[in-house]
């Protein structure tokens, strides 16, 4: 088993909102805490998921490969996806997707050299009124983003990083 007792333990809470025919009901949730907890999905991990939730592994993945919240390999410690659909792109999304990828030396779907970012494309997130926007980890919305306040945002994950590496 690759998925923790915690992890375990969490995936049993949100079973347990359903009915009990209906387990498979939790199976995004499943796959956002066995993400949370290896970082992505590597195959097995989904497998444990699928046996966990009493379905076929198929439609865990199929799950998992819809959505783009999933990380289907290693991703860096943050992961940045940049809203580029048209409501951001008309306000300042393209132009924030490529001061990300120079300040960071990096493309859409890869990583900086020291593991720390990645970067990604992303549709709508139901934010267009605070466009500019990015997620940061599928978890923190980050809104009208400037050159400044992208400045700021990789300086204020950098310290979190090289804190947690100490700690």
């Known amino acids: ?6 992890s375990l333990q969490k995936i049993g809470r949100e079973v347990a909102k359903f009915p009990a025919d209906q387990k498979q009901s939790a199976v ?8 949370d907890q290896v970082g992505w999905l590597p195959p097995e991990v ?6 966990v939730l ?24 943050f992961k940045l996806t940049v809203c580029t659909n048209l409501p951001c792109a008309l306000s300042g999304g393209e132009g924030a997707a490529q001061y990300l990828k120079k300040k960071l030396g990096i493309g859409y779907r890869e990583t900086t050299a020291d593991g ?31 050159n400044e306040r992208i400045d700021a945002l990789l300086a204020e994950l950098s310290v979190a990083a090289s804190g947690a590496a100490k700690g």
Do not use: W
């Not at 088993?1 to 915690?6: A, D, I, K, P, R």
């Not at 995004?28 to 993400?35: G, K, R, V």
């Not at 989904?46 to 046996?51: G, P, R, S």
């Open 116 to 146: 720390l970012f990645t970067l990604m494309e992303g549709e709508c997130m139901g934010a267009c009124g605070d466009a500019p926007v990015a997620l940061v980890n599928n978890k923190r919305m980050c809104s009208h983003l400037s």
């Open 46 to 51: 989904m497998a444990e998921v699928a046996v």
């Open 28 to 35: 995004m949730a499943a796959l956002a805490i066995a993400q």
């Open 1 to 6: 088993m690759m998925l923790s007792e915690q």
């Open 54 to 77: 009493g379905m076929p592994a198929v439609a865990v993945e199929e799950v998992a490969t819809f959505y783009n919240m999933y990380n289907l390999k290693p991703v860096g410690k």
